[in-house]
């Protein structure tokens, strides 16, 4: 039997993360498999290559890198010639019938022409595919609508039809509790709750992790500084500035560092002006410090262990694997409360001690009048050029509902020009005028500087949901052949329920409106 894997990429992130971790454990569940395929579009270092052969060893790692199965925006072939080399790279692939393919975030719309042809291929071989969902196009990346028109898919039932097809032999999983049962709604057979696998035993060694701060202080302008992760690829979503914000009134000394950096042309713009304002205002940040060839440099998780504090202020996320890491490596964590995941951690057994909703600030520290205009032609703008039949369903954002009258507002739903005025303030002003607005952080900004953040401990019931064995139990039930015939599928509704979560006003952030900032 081959296994064989599929993503765009295999740049650093969340879903290399799970496909390193989760495939030994895959493979000693399936129990025959003698090849593992590799497809992607852009393929990753050769330490990591090397790392992951050992890791599926004995069976053999074969690695097909073939650009049409990138991202559609980073080609410049047409949309025939890409769907004719997918087409031809996948012919080869699944050569074999005899195999399983697992395929990542094919909903998310990076490139519908191999969602499609993926598809196809596994329906006229009778192989079975899993789509494993991590993310989707109509979740805050509305941007893509025009990307996925050029790409061939001109209205929504297109796109529906290709991301949920009438095909027996494709597999939905989704990876939190709340998505996963809405696709239950309408496969009830065929898709399943698939939470991200993770461990306690992960925690780096001693020695790794001296390494690893050292390797971070040597890195940094004041060497002896405390050092807060955010451990994350820079994209608006992670809402950097947020925390930027809470190092410098908590723990003013720390350096706050990212792991990742930009990792597409759409976030190039979000970095460069954050970066640019880091740098004129001198603030304590450094941005992408794994950023590049991955040779002699630590593992996030020996960076996490080597940290003060861990912190994720991300606005959106499918799963949240930090909060996990953060925990594995015994650090504190301060993070966001996300409705979509926290019922999961919840579930999990996990407690997060310094988990907040939002950070409210006085209108007073940015120019109130300029920013609600941006807002405004940000959102006139972005919501023109939602599908016609969407325009209808969307909420009003939080500050362009407090109309004309300044009122404190969430920093998560700012610009980021608005986002950079608040951080130009001196930290102490701002503070000031904030605390009261959120009194749980003065008793963290009490213990960060005595050293006294809560860490969560590792409860004894995640096994039973994240264990590697636990996660590929869950892939091989979803393999097996349903029960029952498969109803036809309106791949339409199940597309339109998700819209109805994804336009409310609570997912409404000016952040995630367009790529220019």
Same mark, same amino acid.
Request: aromatic letters at 8%; proline letters at 8%; charged letters at 20%.
């Given at each position: 039997?081959?296994?064989?894997?599929?993503?765009?990429?295999?740049?650093?992130?969340?879903?290399?993360?799970?496909?390193?971790?989760?495939?030994?454990?895959?493979?000693?569940?399936?129990?025959?498999?003698?090849?593992?395929?590799?497809?992607?579009?852009?393929?990753?270092?050769?330490?990591?290559?090397?790392?992951?052969?050992?890791?599926?060893?004995?069976?053999?790692?074969?690695?097909?890198?073939?650009?049409?199965?990138?991202?559609?925006?980073?080609?410049?072939?047409?949309?025939?010639?890409?769907?004719?080399?997918?087409?031809?790279?996948?012919?080869?692939?699944?050569?074999?019938?005899?195999?399983?393919?697992?395929?990542?975030?094919?909903?998310?719309?990076?490139?519908?022409?191999?969602?499609?042809?993926?598809?196809?291929?596994?329906?006229?071989?009778?192989?079975?595919?899993?789509?494993?969902?991590?993310?989707?196009? *109509?979740?805050?990346?509305?941007?893509?609508?025009?990307?996925?028109?050029?790409?061939?898919?001109?209205?929504?039932?297109?796109?529906?039809?290709?991301?949920?097809?009438?095909?027996?032999?494709?597999?939905?999983?989704?990876?939190?509790?709340?998505?996963?049962?809405?696709?239950?709604?309408?496969?009830?057979?065929?898709?399943?709750?698939?939470?991200?696998?993770?461990?306690?035993?992960?925690?780096?060694?001693?020695?790794?992790?001296? *390494?690893?701060?050292?390797?971070?202080?040597?890195?940094?302008?004041?060497?002896?500084?405390?050092?807060?992760?955010?451990?994350?690829?820079?994209?608006?979503?992670?809402?950097?500035?947020?925390?930027?914000?809470?190092?410098?009134?908590?723990?003013?000394?720390?350096?706050?560092?990212?792991?990742?950096?930009?990792?597409?042309?759409?976030?190039?713009?979000?970095?460069?002006?954050?970066?640019?304002?880091?740098?004129?205002?001198?603030?304590?940040?450094?941005?992408?410090?794994?950023?590049?060839?991955?040779?002699?440099?630590?593992?996030?998780?020996?960076?996490?262990?080597?940290?003060?504090?861990?912190?994720?202020?991300?606005?959106?996320?499918?799963?949240?694997?930090?909060?996990?890491?953060?925990?594995?490596?015994?650090?504190?964590?301060?993070?966001?409360?996300?409705?979509?995941?926290?019922?999961?951690?919840?579930?999990?057994?996990?407690?997060?001690?310094?988990?907040?909703?939002?950070?409210?600030?006085?209108?007073?520290?940015?120019?109130?009048?300029?920013?609600?205009?941006?807002?405004?032609?940000?959102?006139?703008?972005?919501?023109?050029?939602?599908?016609?039949?969407?325009?209808?369903?969307?909420?009003?954002?939080?500050?362009?509902?407090?109309?004309?009258?300044?009122?404190?507002?969430?920093?998560?739903?700012?610009?980021?020009?608005?986002?950079?005025?608040?951080?130009?303030?001196?930290?102490?002003?701002?503070?000031?005028?904030?605390?009261?607005?959120?009194?749980?952080?003065?008793?963290?900004?009490?213990?960060?500087?005595?050293?006294?953040?809560?860490?969560?401990?590792?409860?004894?019931?995640?096994?039973?949901?994240?264990?590697?064995?636990?996660?590929?139990?869950?892939?091989?039930?979803?393999?097996?052949?349903?029960?029952?015939?498969?109803?036809?599928?309106?791949?339409?509704?199940?597309?339109?329920?998700?819209?109805?979560?994804?336009?409310?006003?609570?997912?409404?952030?000016?952040?995630?409106?367009?790529?220019?900032?």
């Amino acid at each position: 039997m081959k296994l064989v894997i599929v993503h765009y990429h295999l740049r650093p992130g969340g879903i290399r993360r799970v496909i390193e971790l989760a495939t030994p454990f895959l493979l000693q569940r399936l129990g025959h498999v003698t090849t593992v395929e590799l497809a992607c579009g852009e393929a990753a270092d050769e330490k990591w290559n090397q790392t992951f052969a050992r890791l599926v060893a004995p069976a053999k790692l074969n690695l097909t890198v073939a650009p049409a199965l990138g991202y559609f925006s980073e080609q410049k072939k047409s949309p025939a010639r890409i769907r004719a080399e997918i087409a031809a790279a996948l012919t080869k692939l699944l050569a074999d019938h005899d195999c399983l393919v697992w395929a990542h975030n094919l909903g998310i719309g990076r490139n519908l022409l191999l969602t499609r042809e993926l598809t196809r291929a596994c329906a006229a071989r009778g192989i079975t595919l899993i789509s494993h969902h991590h993310d989707w196009w *109509f979740d805050n990346r509305w941007l893509r609508w025009p990307e996925i028109r050029r790409s061939g898919f001109p209205t929504l039932a297109s796109v529906a039809e290709t991301i949920f097809p009438n095909a027996p032999t494709v597999r939905h999983a989704a990876i939190n509790h709340e998505e996963a049962a809405l696709l239950a709604r309408h496969l009830p057979k065929t898709s399943a709750w698939l939470p991200n696998l993770a461990t306690r035993h992960e925690t780096p060694k001693p020695p790794r992790v001296r *390494f690893a701060r050292q390797w971070l202080q040597q890195r940094l302008v004041t060497r002896t500084a405390p050092v807060w992760i955010l451990p994350c690829r820079l994209l608006r979503r992670k809402n950097v500035a947020e925390a930027l914000l809470l190092t410098r009134w908590l723990r003013p000394d720390a350096w706050l560092v990212t792991t990742g950096g930009a990792s597409s042309a759409d976030e190039a713009a979000y970095f460069k002006k954050l970066n640019r304002a880091a740098q004129q205002h001198h603030w304590r940040l450094r941005l992408g410090i794994l950023q590049g060839d991955e040779k002699a440099k630590p593992t996030v998780a020996e960076l996490l262990a080597a940290s003060e504090a861990v912190l994720l202020t991300s606005i959106q996320e499918g799963f949240g694997l930090p909060y996990l890491e953060a925990a594995a490596a015994g650090r504190p964590l301060i993070a966001r409360h996300l409705p979509n995941i926290a019922p999961d951690l919840h579930q999990f057994g996990f407690r997060f001690p310094q988990a907040y909703d939002e950070i409210l600030v006085r209108p007073e520290l940015f120019d109130w009048p300029a920013e609600r205009a941006r807002q405004q032609k940000l959102f006139t703008r972005w919501k023109k050029n939602l599908p016609p039949a969407l325009r209808r369903i969307v909420g009003t954002p939080a500050l362009l509902a407090a109309k004309n009258s300044p009122t404190a507002v969430p920093f998560s739903r700012l610009t980021l020009t608005a986002q950079l005025e608040v951080l130009a303030q001196p930290a102490r002003h701002s503070w000031e005028l904030c605390a009261p607005l959120n009194p749980f952080l003065q008793t963290w900004q009490r213990r960060a500087r005595a050293g006294r953040l809560q860490t969560t401990r590792w409860p004894r019931t995640a096994a039973s949901w994240l264990s590697g064995e636990t996660y590929a139990d869950r892939i091989v039930a979803l393999a097996q052949p349903p029960a029952s015939a498969k109803k036809t599928l309106n791949a339409p509704r199940v597309q339109a329920d998700f819209f109805g979560k994804k336009l409310c006003p609570a997912n409404l952030y000016p952040l995630l409106w367009a790529t220019e900032t």
